[in-house]
């Protein structure tokens, strides 16, 4: 009998094991890379099956489980995931009060039942459930001292320079009725219409757009540079008061208070006396709440009293007093009219689907992603199925599902029957030949020189604010002049004569001369950005600063092998292969050539070969662990302009260790054993001072 139950209890108790698994890879991706695989529907449900799996084999009880803590923030991986190498930039503090999440559920009718267990005449507080992330603010005598982040739940990161550029969070209360101490809790958001101006400038630079308004307010926040977090214009709303000796007796006569103080609190909170006004406002801002400056993913549930708080307690998790209804992601079926494929700047091919309109999140919806081939031939996809799309806080809606096809349909040409439709072979754009690299979702079209979206793509990423800023030269002006003849690669653009432009159409000589003031500014541009907006693929903004500072001048970059490429931080085996690539392609070649014929900036003008002091002359030093001040490539180089060598190895002739964080173990029990001197980099920085 034992075994036949073990026998089946035996996938259920995998089942866990993958949960817990899948969920921590999760928890990760969402909180610390800020870039979630799964919708958050989906994670919800997961986690509810787990929760119900583990109920039923409490002996598979671990305090580790997903079910049991709340996801983290702080920056490192799951315990089986590659520790992150960056360095720490913000301290890390325990918080007084563990930050709980809130149990949820998408079920009206779970709310309700919720709800009736009360005890009778409970007041419930509904709120909006703002999508954003979580803060901890602490206040001693009226002074902002700590701003936390969730973290774990039991510690946060302190971001308080960050916080303390948001105009909505005051820094200084100055009144006579607030306790010595207390914590504010909120929410830090970006608004959407922040979001989207970031989002456009990003896809400008080239740089991974962000999928919603939380992820980018989560990147924000974990920004090293307070200016560029001010500049994206964060907003908080505060939705919670902690402390010891706090105003009032109820949660919503402290919101009231908080107001008064100076806060940010919403105006959307109401005091409910029964279910039914629960639902009443539930039902209300469910389409209400588009109408907001700020993303909102639900409704927050909360026990009025205090003292009733206090008898319904908490859970590992959750406080019992609380719960939150999640709306669900908002989905349309409409009618898939036809296949189109849009070729992009870096030449892949996306099929886009061309809908009947549809009403989606206050906008119409008339194209959406369908991804891929993989895709589409999964989900068995033709024009004229009805399909589900969805915008939920996405940025391009997608389609999500297709409808039943019911026989009539049918008989609609499939994608999946290779000899009917399939996707297309050659670029609809320049007809060359598509090709798919193996392992790769994508087709491309390599006519990189030849296709006009490339072109164009290319010229406009060349010109953009972060690579060569040249004021003038928009989407519509290159173009106009691509159209003309007279654009047809990034060296062109120092050809053009102020007469080429002037005689466009819409360009007069004003703006001409204003483009060519660009160009001209455009050749001070010092190399690294020059490096960047040669648009060579995967080469980003900060990797490109990288390799300029390793290969100061374009002849060294030049000759340099994809493992010699590899060396450099951020550089993987795929960015070295694609930057040889773009050097072994003549026409690249030629470009090159124009543009240093042209007096643009080759070299980069940070290269000082002469040591800043001789400080460390003739002493070797090994660097290890994780930093906070600076990169590892950055000490590398501080060794080196101050006189000393950098070595990978500790030995009898190593001077001492540069050691940061979590200094690898084996390195340590060679130095104690040699007896060599750890330093770490505050003492190392006044060292070299
Ligand atoms: S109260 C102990 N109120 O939702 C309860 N949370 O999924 C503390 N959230 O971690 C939370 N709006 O980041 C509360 N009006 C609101 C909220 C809210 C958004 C977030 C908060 C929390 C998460 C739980």
Redesign the pocket.
């Known amino acids: 009998m034992a075994d036949l139950f073990s026998e089946i209890e035996e996938p259920e108790r995998n089942e866990i094991r993958a949960l817990r698994k899948e969920l921590e890879e999760q928890n990760y991706k969402y909180y610390v890379l800020n870039q979630p695989s799964m919708s958050d529907r989906e994670f919800d449900e997961k986690m509810h099956r787990l929760q119900d799996l583990e109920a039923l084999y409490p002996d598979m009880y671990d305090p580790k489980s997903p079910t049991q803590h ?1 996801g983290s923030d702080l920056m490192k991986g799951p315990s089986d995931q590659v520790p992150s190498t960056k360095g720490k930039a913000f301290e890390t503090v325990k918080h007084k009060y563990p ?4 149990a ?1 559920s998408y079920s009206r009718e779970e709310i309700e039942d919720w709800v009736r267990k009360l005890p009778e005449g409970v007041e419930i507080v509904c ?8 803060i901890s603010l602490w206040y001693e005598k009226g002074v902002l001292t700590r701003a936390l982040t ?1 973290g774990d739940g039991q510690q946060g990161d302190d971001v308080i320079q960050n916080i303390k550029t948001i105009p909505s969070i005051p820094w200084r209360i100055e009144r006579n009725d607030i306790p010595e101490r207390f914590e504010m ?3 830090v958001l970006l608004p959407w219409e922040r979001f989207e101006a970031l989002n456009k400038e990003r896809e400008e630079q080239e740089e991974a757009l962000f999928a919603n308004p939380r992820n980018a307010a989560s990147g924000t926040l974990k920004l090293q540079d307070p200016k560029e977090v001010a500049r994206r214009g964060l907003t908080a ?1 505060l ?2 008061m902690l402390g010891e000796e706090l105003p009032g007796k109820t949660h919503y006569e402290r919101l009231e208070k908080a107001k008064e103080w100076g806060f940010q609190i ?1 105006d959307a ?1 109401k005091v409910c006396k029964d279910v039914d006004e629960v639902m009443a406002y539930i039902s209300y801002w469910d389409t209400e709440r588009k109408k907001l400056s700020v993303a ?3 409704i ?1 549930l ?1 026990v009025n009293n205090l003292a009733q708080q206090e008898e319904l307690g ?1 859970t590992a998790k ?2 019992r007093w ?1 719960i ?1 209804y999640k709306f669900p992601a908002e989905k349309q079926l409409t009618l898939l009219k036809e296949i189109t494929y849009q070729v992009g700047r870096t030449g892949v091919v996306t099929p886009v689907a061309n809908l009947e309109p549809v009403q989606l999140s206050g906008t119409i919806v008339q194209r959406a992603t369908l991804h891929n081939e993989d895709f589409i031939r999964q989900l068995d996809i033709r024009p004229g199925d009805r399909v589900w799309v969805e915008k939920g806080g996405e940025i391009i809606p997608k389609i999500v599902g297709r409808a039943d096809r019911n026989d009539e349909m049918s008989a609609t040409p499939s994608l999946n029957d290779g000899m009917m439709y399939s996707f297309p072979d050659v670029c609809p754009e320049c007809g060359a030949k598509l090709v798919r690299v193996e392992g790769e979702a994508a087709w491309r079209c390599p006519n990189e020189a030849g296709c006009p979206p490339q072109i164009k793509g290319k010229i406009e990423h060349f010109v953009s604010r972060k690579a060569m800023n040249i004021d003038g030269l928009g989407e519509e002006t290159i173009d106009l002049l691509y159209r003309q003849g007279l654009l047809h690669n990034i060296a062109d653009i120092y050809s053009l004569r102020s007469e080429d432009i002037a005689v466009q159409e819409r360009l007069g000589e004003k703006s001409a001369q204003n483009i060519l003031d660009g160009i001209e500014a455009s050749k001070k541009v010092p190399w690294a950005r020059v490096l960047f907006a040669l648009g060579i693929r995967m080469v980003g903004e900060t990797t490109a600063r990288k390799i300029a500072r390793v290969y100061n001048t374009i002849d060294n970059l030049q000759w340099a092998t994809a493992e010699q490429l590899c060396a450099i931080e951020d550089v993987g085996p795929q960015i070295a292969e694609n930057i040889v690539a773009y050097f072994n392609d003549m026409s690249n070649l030629e470009i090159l050539e124009r543009l240093r014929q042209a007096g643009l900036q080759m070299e980069g003008e940070s290269y000082q070969p002469s040591a800043a002091s001789h400080q460390l002359d003739g002493m070797s030093i090994v660097i290890s662990g994780t930093f906070a001040q600076h990169s590892r490539d950055e000490y590398k180089e501080m060794i080196e302009q101050n006189g000393g060598k950098n070595t990978g190895s500790v030995s009898k002739k190593t001077s001492f260790i540069l050691a940061g964080e979590n200094m690898g173990p084996e390195k340590l029990k060679k130095a104690e054993s040699l007896g060599i001197r750890l330093v770490s980099e505050e003492e190392f920085l006044e060292m070299i001072q």
């Open positions: 709340v930050m709980l999440s809130l949820n709120e909006l459930k703002f999508d954003g992330l979580s969730r809790r909120g929410e709303y939705y919670y919403s909170i909102t993913d639900g927050v909360k908490y959750t406080p609380a939150a």
